[in-house]
């Protein structure tokens, strides 16, 4: 089947990116969420995300035009799924409200469509359950920022058919990313390694760490980009702690938040969604 229509659903950070990467690559995009306020701060973000890729000589203004012009932003559900070939969600980290979205999907949605999840930990299969079209859900986990990551994990559910999967692939390649494949538990790979990371970082700071120190040493002393207090800023501190809490769901008590995140996260320390987290923005 080829993809031409995506449907977007839920304008957040990861929402806005996929919506801006699908547009760019040639794709008529929808982009839906309940919030008109949400759907106004996306579209800004799309713009200044694609202003910077101009400014930067990596896209040319005519393409960012044409791309912004490939965007409808909409509050109803129906025009985000009526033509799509490919729905990718992206509503927050609740099993309930994702399978509650899967079931809306099931009903106005083609049949052909592929209904892909962005979820950073949830199982693939437990999402597809309460659909009868298990063979046309997936697992498509980009990162953030999504403009700027390469990889983009692809996670099949128990009944993923082969079509489902190859189509899935080829809008990767479109779309300029690398498929990462990852079996489906919870957390699968990127977010099983990361949120343990990222609440060891917590744990390290209750213990006295600065997290200037804690970033510098993963930078410096081990390469990454980025160091663990200002990813979990990045990220978000609810994302990581919901992460943990579905592998301790799903795997037991090592994966057990720390309280100190559970903490942060009530206090609404979430990073640059709530301009404080480790840092300030
Ligand atoms: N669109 C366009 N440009 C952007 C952008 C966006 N969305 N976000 C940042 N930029 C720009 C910056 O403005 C900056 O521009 P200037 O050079 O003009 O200042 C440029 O990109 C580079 O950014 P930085 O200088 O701030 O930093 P950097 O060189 O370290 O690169 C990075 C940024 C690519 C994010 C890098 O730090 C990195 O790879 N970090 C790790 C990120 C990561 O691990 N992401 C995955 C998290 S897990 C996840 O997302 C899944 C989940 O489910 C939780």
Redesign the pocket.
């Known amino acids: 089947m080829e993809v031409k229509n995506i449907g977007v659903i839920g304008a957040g950070a ?1 929402g806005s ?1 996929i919506a ?1 990467v699908s547009a760019v690559a040639g794709y008529d995009v929808v982009l839906q969420d309940i919030y008109s306020t949400a759907l106004d701060k996306a579209k800004s ?1 799309i713009e ?3 202003g ?2 101009v ?2 000589g990596k896209l040319s203004e005519a393409d960012m035009k044409a791309a912004m012009e490939r965007i409808t932003f909409t509050t109803v559900l129906e025009e985000a799924c009526r033509d799509a070939e490919l729905i990718i969600e992206c509503v927050f980290e609740n099993l309930e409200l994702k399978q509650k979205m899967f079931q809306e999907f099931e009903k106005l949605c083609k049949p052909e469509a592929i209904l892909g999840t ?4 949830l199982p693939i299969t437990e999402i597809a359950s309460v659909t009868k079209r298990g063979d046309k859900v997936i697992g498509i ?9 390469k990889g983009v994990e692809i996670i099949r559910g128990q009944l993923t058919s082969d079509e489902t999967m190859e189509t899935t692939l080829e809008y990767i390649k479109k779309i300029g990313k690398e498929p990462a494949i990852a079996v489906d538990y919870a957390g699968f790979i ?2 099983r390694l ?2 343990v990371l990222m609440n060891e970082a917590v744990k390290l700071m209750e213990e006295g760490n600065k997290p200037e120190e804690i970033d510098k040493a993963m930078q410096l002393c081990a390469g ?3 160091g663990p207090c ?2 979990l800023d ?3 501190a609810e ?2 702690m919901h ?1 943990m809490e579905t592998m301790e769901r799903d795997f037991g008590p090592k994966y057990k938040p720390h309280p100190l995140l559970k903490k942060r996260v009530l206090a609404g320390l979430l990073g640059v969604k709530t301009g404080k987290g480790f840092y300030e923005y």
């Open positions: 990861m990116g801006q973000t200044k995300s694609l910077k890729l400014s930067k962005n979820t950073s930990a986990h980009f990162m953030n920022p999504v403009p700027l990551m990127v977010s990361l949120d990454h980009p980025m200002k990813l990045l990220v978000g994302i990581a992460g």
